[in-house]
């Protein structure tokens, strides 16, 4: 039932284009705590994500977080905003505003350009996993990082949250 409900919070939700100034950035979920953290740790699934400031955010499990995986999911007509992972080198060559903070530095603003508006999702997200959920498996990981997607697209309405949630999918109405 709870899997079913979040798949409800992602149909209502929606996937609405991003405009203006977009942060996005790459979380790794999950896996082993021993060893490596991040990038390289075994067991992680990877989740994208972007955010239009002071608006919506969109998340998606990916595969990897290479170029041509990444790449695809950005929006055209954004001031991207990213660190300095590679898969972020070409937006300028793709014909994006691209601005760039270098974490490894320990710079985490730079003037208007930061990410951290994405970076307190992911801590919202995987503090939710550990306080509530203990556990996701990367198999169900979408769905609960669309749950709070859609929490996090409805803090500023949150008396809206509960007349959507009970509303019926799109497909019923048509019936």
């Known amino acids: 039932m709870g899997h079913e409900i979040r798949e409800h919070m992602a149909d209502v939700d929606g996937e609405e284009p991003l405009s203006g100034h977009v942060e996005a950035d ?3 979920v999950g896996g082993k705590r021993e060893g490596k953290r991040g990038r390289g740790a075994e067991g992680k ?4 994500g972007m955010v239009e400031r002071d608006g919506d955010l969109m998340v998606k499990v990916v595969p990897d977080a290479k170029t041509k ?6 929006e055209e007509g954004s001031t991207m905003h990213t660190d300095e992972w590679w898969a ?17 530095a320990g710079e985490y603003a730079n003037g208007n350009c930061h990410v951290n ?6 801590s919202f997200l995987k503090n939710g996993i ?3 959920h203990i556990h996701v498996s990367g198999n169900h990981l979408e769905k609960y990082a669309k749950e709070f997607e859609f929490r ?3 803090r500023s309405n949150s008396s809206e949250m509960f007349p959507e949630l009970i509303s ?8």
């Not at 995986?69 to 950005?74: A, E, L, M, N």
């Not at 508006?117 to 992911?122: N, P, S």
């Open 26 to 28: 790459e979380a790794y």
């Open 45 to 48: 699934t990877i989740v994208f």
């Open 69 to 74: 995986t990444i790449q695809p999911i950005i």
């Open 88 to 104: 972020y080198k070409g937006l300028k060559r793709a014909g994006y505003e691209h601005q760039t903070v270098e974490h490894g």
């Open 117 to 122: 508006t994405i970076e307190g999702y992911w």
């Open 130 to 132: 550990r306080s509530t």
């Open 152 to 154: 996090f697209n409805s």
């Open 168 to 175: 019926t999918y799109p497909e019923q109405e048509s019936q």
